[in-house]
Antibody, heavy 118, light 111 residues
Framework: QVQLQESGPGLAKPSETLSLTCIVS????????WSWIRQPPGKGLEWIGF???????NYNPSLKSRVTISIDTSKNQFSLKMSSVTAADTAVYYC????????????WGQGTVVTVSS | QSVLTQPPSASETPGQRVTISCSGS????????VYWYQHLPGTAPKLLIH???QRSSGVPDRFSGSKSDTSASLVITGLRSEDEADYYC????????????FGGGTKLTVL
C-alpha cells in the first residue's frame, strides 16, 4: 500500500522560498504522476501542480511563475519549491499520487502546515 | 471563490439520505470526469468516487456519484456518524492552459 509523507520547515519568511519534500513508499515514482495540493486556513483545496517521472510538469497557471516541482527517482521522493512567499501562502500542503484527468488523486499524505510569517 | 460551487454545509440524521451538489461549467464538469473526496481535518483526504460514478476500493456502496451536463452529485444513503466530514468535488478544467479545480467543500453534519 502506497504511503506519502510530507516534510519540510513549518515556517517561512515573507519573500523567501518554501521548500517541501514528499517521500513515497510502497510504489515507484516511475509509474505515476505526482502532485502537490494545498489548503489555506478556512478555505478549500487548491491544486499546485504535478510531475511525471520523466520530469514533465504541469502547474496551476495562478502559481506557475513561483513554483517548481522536481523528482528524484533514486530516493523515491519529489519536491516543491515556491518562491516569493507571502502570508497568502500559509496553508496545509499535501502531496498526492495522481494528477491526470482520467485518474484524479488516489492517495494523499497527511499534510504539513506551513506558516509564512516574519 | 471556487470554480466549482458546493453548498457550504449539509446535515441529516443517522440512517437518512443526503445529496451534495457540485456545479461547474462546460470547460470543467461538462467535459471531464468528476471526483469526490472525503476529508476529516488533520487526516489525509480520501478518494471516494472517481470517473463520475466509480467507487474507490473499499468505499461502501452507501456512497454513489453521478454527473449530468455541468453538474455532479454525491449521494450518501444510510447515514452513519462516521460520515461526518468535509466533502470536496474536483475535476480538470480546460481553460487557462488546463488545471485541476476543486469545489469549496461541504461540511456534512450527522445530527
Amino acid at each position: 500500500q502506497v504511503q506519502l509523507q510530507e516534510s519540510g520547515p513549518g515556517l517561512a519568511k515573507p519573500s523567501e522560498t518554501l521548500s517541501l519534500t514528499c517521500i513515497v513508499s510502497g510504489d515507484s515514482l516511475s509509474r505515476n504522476y505526482w502532485s502537490w495540493i494545498r489548503q489555506p486556513p478556512g478555505k478549500g483545496l487548491e491544486w499546485i501542480g504535478f510531475i511525471f517521472f520523466s520530469g514533465n510538469t504541469n502547474y496551476n497557471p495562478s502559481l506557475k511563475s513561483r513554483v517548481t516541482i522536481s523528482i528524484d527517482t533514486s530516493k523515491n521522493q519529489f519536491s516543491l519549491k515556491m518562491s516569493s512567499v507571502t502570508a497568502a501562502d500559509t496553508a496545509v500542503y499535501y502531496c498526492a499520487r495522481g494528477g491526470t484527468r482520467g485518474r484524479g488523486f488516489d492517495s494523499w499524505g497527511q499534510g504539513t502546515v506551513v506558516t509564512v510569517s516574519s | 471563490q471556487s470554480v466549482l460551487t458546493q453548498p457550504p454545509s449539509a446535515s441529516e440524521t443517522p440512517g437518512q439520505r443526503v445529496t451534495i451538489s457540485c456545479s461547474g461549467s462546460s470547460s470543467n464538469i461538462g467535459t471531464n470526469y468528476v471526483y469526490w473526496y472525503q476529508h476529516l481535518p488533520g487526516t489525509a483526504p480520501k478518494l471516494l468516487i472517481h470517473r463520475n460514478n466509480q467507487r474507490s476500493s473499499g468505499v461502501p456502496d452507501r456512497f454513489s456519484g453521478s454527473k449530468s451536463d455541468t453538474s455532479a452529485s454525491l449521494v450518501i444513503t444510510g447515514l452513519r456518524s462516521e460520515d461526518e466530514a468535509d466533502y470536496y468535488c474536483a475535476t480538470w478544467d480546460d481553460s487557462l492552459s488546463g488545471r485541476w479545480v476543486f469545489g469549496g467543500g461541504t461540511k456534512l453534519t450527522v445530527l
